[in-house]
């Protein structure tokens, strides 16, 4: 694959030429660094020489290896230099966080002058993007923002615009919020899975009472349900009739009829 190379202003070359150029012998008087694998070594060299002819693309591709390969504090931050000025913001600012959060104090002027152009980057990509605070719910499972996974607990940077925040349970529960930032804004976002229904009500059975009596007020569904399942439908019981409601009742006028009503009385209508 051919690697692309980022077109700049000579003034702007030359800027940012020597702020990668100094960035790898500082980095290499730190104290006490870890010790290197041959393959390691070899790709930091090529890293160097890509960055002094300012192909950023490949640059970060190896520093990008080279922190698969061996994690460092060290290739966090020139990850996010590199994805700084190639306009990785995101990326930039989640690598420039953790860049400045683990680099140790500053000892000497070299250091200091280190320190203070990485934490001016995060400054200067933080009001471009927005930052998300999450709260997930217990018993949370994934976290998901826009689809991607992300970690409970640490700062989530986005673009400026609407985003979706996902919570999926261990039971299977859902919580979403959708969120609207601008750039330069931090917002929490707390997330809540909804109270399940009881089993009872779920099943269509009325609930029971301390001791199992069902309450008045329940629904009857699940005498329905009941009543169904066991091949019969239950009829309203039938009054049987009496000698007097068999029969309409003459009267002089003609007029008066006996009929029966529900209980099986004589009226006349």
Known sequence: MRASVLRVHPRQAAALALVLASAFPVQAAAAAPPPRSREVHELIEEAEKAAKRLDLARARELWARINELEPSTMAVCQLGVF?????????????????????????????????????????????????????????????????REVSAGRPVFVAPGQHEVTATGKQGQVARALVKVTAGQSRRVALAFEARRPPALQRGRAPRGPSGVRFRNAPRMGQELRRRRAGRRELPPRTAATPECRAPDSSPSGLAVARCDRRGASRSW
């Not at 683990?102 to 320190?115: F, G, H, K, L, V």
């Not at 709260?135 to 826009?146: C, F, M, N, Q």
């Open 83 to 147: 994805d700084l000025r190639l306009g990785r913001l995101e990326e930039a600012a989640a690598e420039l966080s953790t860049c400045v959060a683990q680099m140790p104090a500053p000892t000497s002027d070299i250091e200091r002058r280190r320190y203070e152009v990485r934490r001016a980057d995060l400054a200067a990509v933080r009001q471009r993007v927005a930052e998300l605070h999450v709260s997930a719910p217990p018993g949370t499972a994934r976290l998901l923002v826009d689809g």
